[in-house]
């Protein structure tokens, strides 16, 4: 079973940049669905990207689309998220989620890391 550890979150002023971190450990898979939701207060857990590591698909949610940018480093098992341009809307837990179906919906995921919180102060 993989597990997820997500790391970066932290206090930032609107406009700046943070890099969030997603680390898989155990057994990893290439046909992985990779993705990055989001959850305010309150709020639904919405997608803020989707990569397929089979297909090298990507989505990006429309609010982060151009702001967003997903990379990684396949000898770390490692998925980043970088965030550039941000805004208090941006202000959330963000959570790292691994699946086997490409999808938008949080539900079509099983495995999850713990979440790391994104404060953007205006």
């Known amino acids: 079973q993989v597990q997820l550890v997500e790391s970066g979150g932290g206090l930032v002023q609107a406009g700046g940049s943070l890099r969030l971190s997603c680390a898989a450990s155990?057994?990893?898979?290439?046909?992985?669905?990779m993705a990055w939701f989001r959850q305010a207060p309150g709020q639904e857990r919405d997608f803020v990207v989707i990569?397929?590591?089979?297909?090298?698909?990507?989505t990006y949610a429309d609010s982060v689309k151009g702001r967003f940018t997903l990379s990684g480093d396949d000898a770390k098992n490692t998925v980043y998220l970088q965030m550039n341009s941000l805004k208090p809307e941006d202000t959330a837990v963000y959570y790292c989620?691994?699946?086997?179906?490409?999808?938008?919906?949080?539900?079509?995921?099983?495995?999850w890391g713990q979440g790391t919180l994104v404060t953007v102060s205006s």
């Open positions: 990569h397929s590591l089979s297909g090298n698909w990507t």
């Open positions: 155990g057994r990893t898979s290439r046909g992985y669905v």
């Open positions: 989620a691994a699946g086997e179906k490409y999808s938008i919906l949080a539900r079509q995921y099983d495995i």
